[in-house]
């Protein structure tokens, strides 16, 4: 069985700045993909990024970028130069033998 | 480009009542799922389609929970004789191929049962 964790339940962050979100997971399988996740109040859960377990290279996606440490079995989000419309829920997930799991989630708060 | 549509976006719904949420796919994805968000906690696998093939339903809470997805796009679930522990947002998601591509999700129902 997966796991995800999110120690972080709520973040403030100020406009413009950068923010990391944190996630470590625990799997056995050697092959499994990493996701992040954006749910605003409107309640859609918006994908922002993947990172493959095979894969060199962290994943950027425009602001976005995953820290992935793959021996500390964490794959943190970066958010650069934070906006107003970046505050929502963010989860971190895992996809491994076939079954996507979640983590509990961190709020972030983004301040003008 | 449509994304995953999902109707009804709220439902309320008395203790006992049968109630049908249905999810309208990314046109052209091959796998449909369905999940359950209890409030202020992240989402929890139900069910698994690929086309019209039901592959996983061990995420299903109980035998009042039923989905299909007949002609391997618009997939319905029901819930029959509903609790108050049903009460959750249930969102439903698609992928281009398998379970372990990239989902992604519809706005989801939010259903209150009184």
């Known amino acids: 069985a997966q796991k995800i964790t999110q120690t972080q339940p709520g973040m403030f962050v100020q406009e413009k700045e950068a923010v990391t979100l944190d996630c470590t997971y625990d799997?056995?399988?050697?092959?499994?993909?990493l996701f992040w996740y954006k749910q605003p109040s409107s309640g859609e859960m918006i994908f922002l990024i993947y990172?493959?377990?095979?894969?060199?290279q962290n994943a950027t996606e425009g602001r976005y970028s995953l820290n992935f440490q793959k021996a500390r079995k964490s794959a943190n989000l970066v958010i650069s130069a934070s906006q107003l419309g970046d505050s929502a829920m963010y989860f971190c997930a895992i996809v491994s033998t076939g079954m996507l799991t979640f983590g509990g989630g961190t709020r972030l708060m983004v301040k003008p | 480009g449509a994304g995953v549509s999902q109707s009804p976006r709220y439902k309320v719904a008395k203790r006992g009542q049968d109630v049908a949420l249905r999810c309208d796919p990314i046109?052209?994805?091959?796998?449909l799922f369905w999940y359950q968000q209890a409030l202020g906690q992240g989402p929890e696998f139900l069910t698994y389609?690929?086309?019209?093939?039901?592959?996983?339903k061990s995420g299903l809470p109980s035998d009042r929970f039923f989905a299909e997805r007949p002609e391997g796009s618009v997939s319905t679930l029901k819930i029959q004789r509903t609790q108050q522990e049903d009460s959750a947002v249930y969102l439903c998601?698609?992928?281009?191929?398998?379970?372990?591509?990239?989902?992604?999700f519809g706005p989801g129902t939010r259903l209150t049962v009184l």
């Open positions: 990172q493959g377990s095979y894969d060199q």
């Open positions: 046109s052209g994805h091959v796998s």
């Open positions: 389609f690929q086309n019209e093939a039901q592959l996983d």
């Open positions: 799997t056995s399988d050697p092959s499994y993909g």
């Open positions: 998601a698609s992928s281009f191929t398998d379970r372990t591509d990239t989902q992604y």
